[in-house]
């Protein structure tokens, strides 16, 4: 699996918007850019994904180079309850064995009054 | 709620023993994940199944075995237990295989805890 970095931690305060970056250098053309996050103590939980546009759902944005080689996840407002690890991961087009989801370490967001 | 089914939610039992893990998938989700999650370790993927068969494995011990049974639910066993098993296992389903855009839809876990 082509492999993303992110920062380990981040901090936000409440009701600011947050920007997550996610660098993928190595994608390949039939890679998607999914998002995940863990909330404490919960399994992870799907945030986002997209290709190669840009992509609005009712949880966030993701906002995707133009070369792809990197995407930011976009919450527009944070609350508490987006304290959370939030995962970027790569998943090849192809299928068939490369169906899982491989997790790195992700991002740790810290969300504060 | 996911739609995702794990039980038990908590389970503690000793060193060597045997415990089986049981997972009901989404309704019309055919493929089931697992993944295990320990404090130094991340989440590992651990194995797939789609539709009752064996489609990816990753660093699944020999002393852990999966299935899926035909009405799709999974039980994840693990036997001989050592201190080091001791984690969260999440399984986690989809509605097919072979998408980029599949997206899976975890459950809220089985913490197992071998004293």
């Known amino acids: 699996d082509a492999k993303t970095t992110q920062p380990n931690s981040m901090e936000s305060n409440e009701e600011e918007p947050v920007h997550l970056p996610c660098n993928h250098s190595t994608i390949s053309g039939t890679d998607y850019i999914h998002w995940y996050r863990q909330l404490p103590s919960q399994g992870p939980e799907y945030v986002i994904h997209?290709?190669?546009s840009n992509v609005n759902n009712r949880m966030a944005s993701l906002a995707i180079a133009e070369d792809r080689k990197s995407s930011t996840l976009i919450l527009h407002r944070a609350t508490l309850r987006d304290a959370a690890v939030y995962y970027c991961i790569l998943r090849d087009a192809g299928g068939g064995t490369a169906s899982k989801l491989t997790f790195g370490t992700g991002t740790r967001l810290q969300v504060t009054l | 709620d996911s739609g995702v089914t794990q039980t038990p939610k908590h389970l503690i039992t000793a060193t060597g023993q045997r415990v089986t893990l049981r997972c009901s998938p989404r309704?019309?989700?055919?493929?089931v994940y697992w993944y295990q999650q320990s404090l130094d370790q991340g989440l590992q993927f651990l194995i797939q199944y789609y539709n009752g068969e064996e489609r990816a494995k990753g660093n699944i011990l020999e002393r852990f075995s999966a299935q899926q049974f035909p009405d799709l639910h999974s039980e994840l066993n693990l036997s001989s237990l050592e201190l080091g098993d001791s984690a969260l296992y999440f399984c986690a389903s989809s509605r097919s295989i072979g998408s980029g855009a599949n997206v899976l839809t975890f459950g809220a876990g089985s913490r197992l805890t071998v004293l």
């Open positions: 997209g290709l190669t």
């Open positions: 309704s019309g989700d055919l493929s």
